[in-house]
């Protein structure tokens, strides 16, 4: 079982960015266009986010409130909001605009990732829902910019 969670705490996210790009490359052009339109607008504005949140909110780690080694190495640092679930979850949201079927399965998998983190003591649930909440909401928030600029004819 500890296998199972380290694979999914380290290594899930890069099947995710991997089936991320391969769809993106697959796609027509002004999907794949539109793709990394919300893309260069929603990772910035979601880590940045995430680093507001991390000041305004201060977790301790699993491992260091609890005294116990995690499953996987990590600094003591502040766990709020999980980096792993959030790059996963705006990936998922990204994609879920143009292709709501592969959205939702990477939404999964990127559940899969904060499940598995929480399993390696590597951060509290809490940690999890706030990198998905801000996620969700950081996206949503790109994609109108994005719809309100089509609109008035200042993307394409």
Known sequence: MDTLVVI????????????AVIATLLSERTVRCGIVKLALLSFPIAFLA?????????????????HITPLI????DNGFPSDHTLFAM?????VFVYSRKLGVLL??????IGVSRVMAKVHYPIDIVGSIAIAISVTSFAWIILKTLRKNRHLC
């Open 8 to 19: 999914g705490a380290k290594y899930l996210i890069y099947i995710i960015a991997f089936l």
């Open 50 to 66: 995430s680093l507001i949140a991390g000041q305004l909110f201060y977790d301790t780690r699993p491992f260091v409130a609890e």
């Open 73 to 76: 190495p990590h600094g003591a």
């Open 90 to 94: 705006v990936t998922a949201a990204i």
């Open 107 to 112: 939404g999964i998998l990127g559940i899969l």
